[in-house]
Nanobody, 119 residues
């Protein structure tokens, strides 16, 4: 199973980026998927998740600015990030769930894509 994240880069404060995560080796249609991030010197933290029925959840720090979505035909996960702030700077990881909701945990992890927001 491979999860390949892409779309990261350098953007100014207030800008936007769209991350993609292409999954292969497993069909995630009936499983939750999510995005996590890790900033330098900090632990990995939850960003957003989406269940197999498209129910979404977000960390308080990104609510109203980030939108998670999925395309089950393409087996791809997305994260639209708007109104970016310097504190959003981190390596962003996509993850594939062990079950239909995030409560079941994440079993598969991608390698991450760097997002840097300049002030």
């Amino acid at each position: 199973v491979q999860l390949q994240a892409s779309g990261g880069g350098l953007v100014q404060t207030g800008g936007s980026l769209r991350l993609s995560c292409a999954a292969s080796g497993r069909i995630f249609t009936n499983y939750a998927m999510g995005w996590f991030r890790q900033a330098p010197g900090k632990e990995r933290e939850f960003v957003a998740a989406i269940t197999w029925t498209y129910r979404v959840s977000y960390a308080d720090s990104v609510k109203g600015r980030f939108t998670i979505s999925r395309d089950n035909v393409m087996n791809t996960l997305y994260l639209q990030m708007n109104s970016l702030k310097p504190e959003d700077t981190a390596v962003y990881y996509c993850a594939g769930g062990s079950g239909p909701t995030p409560d079941h945990g994440m079993a598969y992890w991608g390698k991450g894509t760097q997002v840097t927001v300049s002030s």
